[in-house]
């Protein structure tokens, strides 16, 4: 791996004697594009917040290069922050929008209007400079205010949220742009979503964090294709998630059935998390699958049928190219492959997060 | 038939308050002009009146004085009644209703009754003078600065403070630099209508001001009891154009300020 840029260490916050942040723990390397993802209130951004200097943490220490720079204030800081709110200077125009950090450093006139204009050609949007801020779209809006962050050659960018506010088209189109900016400036990248297909097109780490508790971390596919607990199955992505017992490595009592799996390293009769993607489950004749239900909702989504399945008390949830009839009784099949198994919670933390699930 | 009666009304009003409100000031504006010191005689067309005027020195001082107390007043007023505006707004609910309610009390209350007690307060400490006037002119004109002010820090966008500090300004940059200009229209609107409320007030000036010290309005009032000249005429004239004038720069702000939101509204849908 590269080097580690920024080290977060035990970062504790709370706000009015509720617990955002809870000892957490987390090393960012140079040049990646991390997204910490999240439902609203685990404390993503508070996170965010406390690495851009807004928000000081009750404990614990951030290091940005290996220096301590927990108290210093976020104009002494090289990250650089683009608002969810985009928050452009209203009595300026575009240019001068870009052109205020390097201002506040006293940069050349022509080194600023250098600047400018490459930036401005970063984020297509050259032609604008002379507009007033608030005569633009929020696409727009929010093109500048990356442009205005990137101009200052920081060494770590931090996104809150910067696409929320953006209609599904604009924001596929954006989420291609952050991608394209970010390989051309070649800098740290920390961006904050509650959309899960948001992290998982664009980012290189996925932070996947609840009740102030880093949850899971990893790639795109390890996150979606090996969730650790019922939570992250639950976020990312829709699952089923049933309860099951262990038998013995690779077989899993699911329903009273056995079911061959690829899982090892469980005690025998272990009871466990049974994870199954809907996209992985398969209909098919009656007594032919692992086990039979009966078909009591189908929706059409576009790309893909969404259709319930009724099996014993629990509802499958099976996503299909090809419908099946309401109230028809159908087997269900499933790859050994397409199984994860996760340990039943434990601890008190992920009790909590039991709960929630 | 009832459009017609509305329309028929409504330029029935309009009449009378032209009758009623204007054309007294117009006549003033007349008289400002007439050759003669008849009140019902028109003598000829003249502008000696005004040319008298420039030549009265206690008229020429009164109106120093005046612009002085109001420039100074208005100025201070806006200093301290935007920091007032910044600190209410940030309060809990309670102490801001609070504020607001103690903020709108000199406004409603009787000039006669501020003026006495202003008097009465400040003769404590210093003798009556300009600087009475003074204090007492910014007393009354931090509640219409505030005002003017608030609805501006209501609005006021505190992510832009952050994108500053963010961006490498100090706290002190980052507010005057960005949140201020945010403020700009409502402080400028303040500072007018303190600017004008200076120059029209009479009343607790009156009581104020100590032996010496004049404004136009109280030098107008010590003239009338020795007989109205015409100088007056053309003195009250100018004073009329100078607030009718102001009174156009503050109306048109807020316009100019709806056009652009129109226009945020507008980009919406694109």
């Known amino acids: 791996m590269g080097d580690t840029i920024l080290e977060l260490k035990n970062i504790s916050k709370s706000f009015d004697g509720k617990k955002i942040l809870d000892d957490l723990c987390l090393n960012i390397e140079k040049n990646e594009f991390v997204t910490l993802l999240g439902p609203s209130g685990c404390g993503k951004s508070t996170l965010l917040r406390i690495i851009g200097g807004f928000v000081k ?23 650089h922050t683009v608002f969810q709110k985009y928050s452009l200077f209203p009595h300026m125009n575009v240019a001068d929008n870009v052109a205020f950090g390097l201002k506040l450093k006293k940069k050349s006139r022509d080194y600023i209007a250098e600047k400018v204009r490459y930036a401005m050609r970063l984020v297509n949007m050259e032609g604008y400079e002379e507009r007033m801020t608030t005569s633009l779209s929020g696409g727009q809006q929010q093109r500048i205010a990356i442009a205005r962050a990137i101009v200052n050659e920081p060494k770590m960018l931090l996104l809150d949220e ?16 952050l991608m394209r900016i970010k390989q051309e400036v070649g800098i740290t990248f920390v961006y904050v979503t509650h959309d899960q297909e948001e992290a998982l097109t664009m980012s290189d780490r996925i932070v996947v964090m609840n009740q102030g508790i880093i949850q899971q971390m990893g790639t795109s596919k390890s996150i979606y294709d090996e969730p650790q607990n019922a939570f992250v199955a639950d976020f990312i992505g829709d699952s089923n998630i049933i309860n099951g017992i262990m038998i013995r490595d690779r077989l899993v009592m699911i329903h009273g059935v056995e079911v061959e799996c690829v899982d090892e390293g469980f005690d025998p009769n272990e009871a466990v998390d049974v994870v ?19 078909v009591t909702n189908l929706i059409y989504k ?8 009724a099996a014993g008390d629990y509802e499958w949830s099976v ?10 009784e159908v087997g269900l099949f499933i790859d050994p492959e397409n ?4 340990k039943k919670p434990r601890s008190s933390d ?4 039991d709960k929630l699930g | 038939m009832v459009e017609k009666l509305k329309s028929l009304l409504s330029r029935f009003y309009i009449l009378i308050i032209i009758l009623f409100l204007y054309s007294p000031i117009a006549v003033l504006i007349i008289l400002s002009f007439n050759d003669s010191r008849s009140r019902v005689v028109w003598g000829g067309f003249t502008i000696r009146w005004y040319a008298a005027l420039l030549h009265n020195s206690q008229i020429r001082v009164a109106l120093g004085t005046t612009f002085l107390l109001a420039f100074l007043s208005a100025f201070i007023s806006l200093v301290i009644g935007t920091a007032a505006a910044l600190g209410i707004a940030s309060m809990k609910k309670r102490s801001h209703k609070l504020m607001m309610m103690i903020t709108n009390i000199p406004m409603l209350n009787a000039d006669i009754v501020t003026g006495i007690a202003l008097m009465l307060w400040i003769i404590q400490f210093m003798p009556l003078g300009f600087g009475s006037v003074l204090i007492a002119h910014i007393t009354f004109n931090i509640p219409y600065v505030i005002l003017a002010v608030m609805p501006k820090v209501k609005t006021m966008n505190i992510s832009i403070y952050n994108a500053g500090r963010d961006l490498g300004a100090g706290p002190l940059r980052a507010f005057f630099e960005l949140m201020l200009p945010q403020l700009s229209g409502g402080m400028i609107s303040g500072f007018f209508m303190a600017f004008t409320m200076s120059m029209d007030d009479f009343v607790i000036t009156y009581f104020t001001k100590g032996a010496g010290v004049n404004t136009l309005s109280t030098m107008i009032y010590g003239e009338i009891k020795k007989g109205i000249k015409p100088e007056i005429y053309a003195l009250s004239t100018m004073i009329f154009v100078l607030v009718l004038v102001i009174l ?13 939101g129109e226009e945020e509204r507008g980009n919406v849908y694109d």
Not at chain 1, 67 to 76: A, K, Q, V, W
Not at chain 1, 319 to 328: D, E, H, W
């Open chain 1, 57 to 79: 943490p009750d404990h614990g220490q951030v290091y940005f290069e290996g220096g301590d720079i927990t108290s210093l204030p976020p104009e002494r800081r090289q990250v």
């Open chain 1, 162 to 177: 910067p696409l929320g506010a953006l209609d599904l088209k604009l924001r596929h189109e954006m989420q291609r742009e």
């Open chain 1, 276 to 294: 199954i993607r809907p996209e992985d489950l398969v209909i098919g004749k009656k007594d032919s699958g692992f086990t039979n239900g009966i």
């Open chain 1, 302 to 309: 576009g790309a893909y049928y969404d259709i319930s399945v």
């Open chain 1, 319 to 328: 996503q299909s190219n090809v419908p099946a009839a309401v109230n028809s």
């Open chain 1, 339 to 342: 199984i994860q198994i996760m």
């Open chain 1, 350 to 353: 992920e009790e909590v997060i």
């Open chain 2, 248 to 260: 156009m720069i503050m109306n048109n702000m807020p316009a100019k300020e709806k056009r652009k």
